[in-house]
């Protein structure tokens, strides 16, 4: 039973670690979208020497190339551990009714009952921003291949509405999981004080919605600059 728990235990915290790593990596990757809107503002939305064109630029340096298998990595084991540990805790507890009932945790939000369905859905919508993005840019670099123009890939992709409605659905869903994954992953460690635990919660919010913002900002900002330049 002792060996159990602490494997149980292993794993929530590799889980956390892995979900800590994926947070910094969307702080920086928003960030760098962030830039094409402070080049709508500078008059350097589309130009060579653009602030959002340095960031594409950075990401394309061969160490980054060689962080993309560590980060592929790094998604497989979050999504990996996330899926073994509904599957634990669900059996461990009775089933679905019973985990609802019995887990404080569960019980606490909306997003902290459905982090699984919330995971299958920003895992599916992965595979779709993959395609429109990491494929036609950081994927060529990595092979040999010649990148698309980062600009055009934004107003291209944004400019149509329906694909602007997916990519905001996916940043509510991403939003949600990342409001209950910062403070749990904290959590996961032993930070779980009554005190300290409100304190996560606030910051959890806080930062998730930075992330997002950056995100949206970006988004939003391209579907306009594409109907500008139509």
């Given amino acids: 039973m002792a060996n159990a728990f602490h494997y149980s235990i292993g794993k929530k915290v590799i889980q956390a670690v892995s979900g800590a790593f994926l947070i910094i990596f969307l702080l920086l990757h928003g960030t760098i979208n962030f830039f094409s809107v402070i080049d709508s503002f500078t008059g350097k939305f589309g130009a060579a020497d653009g602030l959002f064109m340095k960031g594409c630029e950075f990401m394309a340096l061969p160490i980054v190339d060689i962080m993309v298998p560590v980060l592929a990595l790094g998604f497989l084991v979050h999504i990996g551990y996330g899926i073994y540990l509904t599957w634990y805790n669900n059996k461990a507890r009775g089933g679905y009714k019973r985990y609802e009932v019995a887990s404080k945790a569960a019980a606490d939000s909306w997003s902290a009952k459905n982090m699984f369905v919330l995971g299958i859905v920003i895992l599916g919508l992965l595979f779709f921003h993959l395609t429109h993005f990491w494929a036609k840019m950081q994927l060529r670099d990595f092979t040999g291949g010649v990148a698309e123009d980062p600009y055009v890939l934004l107003t291209t992709t944004f400019g149509r ?13 991403i939003w949600l999981h990342l ?3 910062f403070w749990s992953m904290f959590q996961s460690v032993g930070w779980n004080n009554q005190i300290w635990m409100k304190r996560l919660k606030v910051i959890g919010v806080i930062v998730a919605t930075l992330i997002i913002l950056l995100f949206v900002a970006a988004a939003v ?9 139509i």
């Fill in 161 to 173: 509405w329906w694909v602007l409605v997916i990519y905001l659905i996916w940043f509510v869903a």
């Fill in 179 to 181: 409001c209950h994954g």
């Fill in 221 to 229: 900002n391209a579907f306009l600059q594409a109907k500008m330049i």
